[in-house]
């Protein structure tokens, strides 16, 4: 069968597929700052390990937290400058479902 004789039905792309996050250009700079988080963690369970003063422990989780905050601070504004504009450009319920899902990450930012 020749491929104009085929009946069967295309298989639809998925409305994403052509759709980026907002993150993308960036992504190597997330990897790294991830990479750095990830070793300040396994420098938190060495300082316990060896059991080192608790206020020295505590100064590093505050750092930890801090550097977790920045990246979903980050994340979020990539989120909001892309995704979230795009979909709104776009209008419609995606619109309102974007605005919605951001509202949402927010306050469990600010919960967290």
Known sequence: MTQTEDTS???PEPATS???HGYIS?????LARLKRIEGQARGIH???DEDTYCIDILTQISALTSALENVALAL???HLKHCVVDAARAGGP?????????????ARLVKS
């Open 18 to 20: 052509d759709h980026t």
């Open 76 to 78: 979020l504004d990539d």
């Open 46 to 48: 060495r300082m316990i």
């Open 9 to 11: 039905p295309a298989t």
């Open 26 to 30: 960036d992504k190597a700079r997330y």
């Open 94 to 106: 995606e619109a309102q479902a974007k605005i919605d899902e951001a509202s949402a990450a927010i």
